[in-house]
């Protein structure tokens, strides 16, 4: 079988996804995402800048701990494993046009296999980046980012960059340099960090403070090979609490923005925040993007979800109004995406084993996030919600209460201040229940 009829067999056959609105009557349509929309002056997919994962769209099989592959992908019997990543490619750029999103992202291991040798699996990723160079010329799909993995080989089972070996930091400091050569040569907007095994399965056998020196290291050589090579994009940790260690470095925003800091990165280094991540840290997503927005360091999103009654990774795609409302009200409220986007890093159920399963996906993903974000820019547009807000910190722009916020006064002045002014500050409501009928007006309505 030829790869054209391979690739063919799987994407060729579905029509591009169009916008049809929300009364449409047909299963494969955005009813919700119409890409060109303008929204606060720009179209709406200029503001979401949508990607599809590789790894989880084109590579992942549907095996889970308990069980093995139950999605057949064509691609991977097409013969030795280049030609497979080739066919891999052509069926990649074909769901890229049926979908008409504007991105995708890959790891080094989704796009190309691995060889015998470091230099073997180098030689294979720079044949394969020349493969998805030339289908980035005869289709319109940019890349948003690029990443290795560093977790999925048993090489990488005590670390990656916070391996006790340091042959293994090396392999790493190879394989970042070219996966970022590579981003750097398809365009890409960011390069992205994700630490899978940087954190520690027991602490019985760890050295903490020395993993945290090799993991600082390592983020310092990325941000001046960055700057070495004059790449324009955004350098992006991901964090995440658990999953595959029992405790990862990367915890959380927070934990990672004192971690830049430690190490001087933070105004080099941004975050992108996953979905399901947050939760499993205990926060929600609007939480971590908040927090981002707070410390000036937001970069972009992974938009999956996991699922409250699992409690592990389960990268379903987004179905949240309520939380995808709230993030994107506060992703506007920070400045917006910028060069980051909304990566998808999202996979189907192992029940959802057609091509058809993996379109559907993606246009639910893409719709609930066009809705929620035209709900927040409404919101925003409408200035109630921003004024309950506004006006609760109403009392800190009174000029002795400024004074105090730019430092003007010490503790013992502040103390005298209290006792001059006598005033004994009376409870006032929260509102809460107020503002969530408020907002799930807006989020349920179907006004737009
Ligand atoms: C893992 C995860 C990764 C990163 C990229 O939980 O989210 O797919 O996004 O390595
Ligand atoms: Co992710």
């Not at 000036?296 to 949240?320: E, H, K, M, Y």
Request: with cysteine; charged share 25%.
């Amino acid at each position: 079988m030829s790869n054209t009829v391979l690739t063919e067999t799987v994407f060729s056959t579905f029509d591009t996804v169009k916008y049809e609105g929300p009364s449409s009557e047909k299963a494969l349509a955005y009813r919700w995402y119409d890409a060109n929309r303008i929204v606060m002056g720009k179209p709406l997919k200029e503001h979401l800048r949508f990607a599809v994962a590789y790894w989880h769209s084109l590579a992942m099989q549907g095996g889970d701990p308990f069980g093995s592959s139950t999605i057949p992908r064509p691609w991977f019997e097409a013969g030795d494993p280049m030609a497979q990543a080739k066919v891999k490619a052509d069926a990649a750029f074909e769901l890229f046009r049926v979908l008409d999103l504007p991105f995708f992202c890959w790891h080094d291991a989704d796009i190309a296999p691995a060889g015998d040798t470091l230099a073997a699996t180098l030689k294979n990723f720079h044949t394969m980046v020349d493969y998805v160079e030339e289908k980035m010329r005869n289709y319109p799909t940019k890349l948003l980012w690029g990443t290795a993995n560093m977790f999925s080989h048993p090489r990488f089972m005590a670390g990656a960059s916070t391996n006790p070996d340091p042959e293994v930091f090396a392999w790493c400091a190879a394989t970042v340099k070219n996966c970022m050569d590579a981003t750097q040569r398809l365009g890409g907007s960011n390069y992205v960090l994700w630490g899978g095994r940087e954190g520690y399965e027991t602490l019985l056998n760890t050295n903490m403070k020395q993993e945290l020196q090799q993991m600082g290291r390592f983020l310092t050589l990325v941000v001046d090979y960055k700057h070495k090579i004059g790449f324009k994009g955004q350098i992006l940790v991901e964090p995440k609490p658990k999953e595959p260690t029992a405790h990862q470095y990367d915890f959380d925003v927070a934990t990672v923005y004192s971690f830049l800091k430690q190490f001087g990165l933070e105004k080099e280094v941004r975050v992108n925040i996953e979905a399901n991540h947050a939760l499993l840290a205990g926060h929600t997503f609007e939480h971590e993007i908040a927090t981002a927005t707070a410390l000036g360091f937001l970069g972009s999103l992974d938009i999956n979800r996991g699922d409250a009654l699992l409690g592990w990774d389960t990268d379903q795609f987004p179905n949240d109004l309520w939380s995808m409302t709230m993030s994107m009200y506060h992703v506007i409220k920070g400045g917006g995406l910028t060069q980051g986007g909304c990566n998808f890093d999202a996979k189907v159920r192992r029940q959802s084993f057609t091509p058809e399963d993996l379109i559907h996906a993606h246009i639910g993903g893409a719709d609930l996030c066009a809705r929620a974000f035209l709900t927040a820019a409404k919101l925003i547009e409408d200035g109630r919600y921003d004024k309950i807000l506004a006006d609760r910190y109403a009392g800190w722009k009174k000029p002795e209460a400024a004074a105090i916020l730019e430092g003007k006064y010490s503790l013992d002045e502040i103390a005298a201040l209290a006792l001059k002014n006598n005033i004994d500050p009376k409870p006032r409501s929260g509102k809460q229940e107020q503002i969530e009928n408020f907002l799930a007006r807006e989020i349920y309505s179907d006004k737009f």
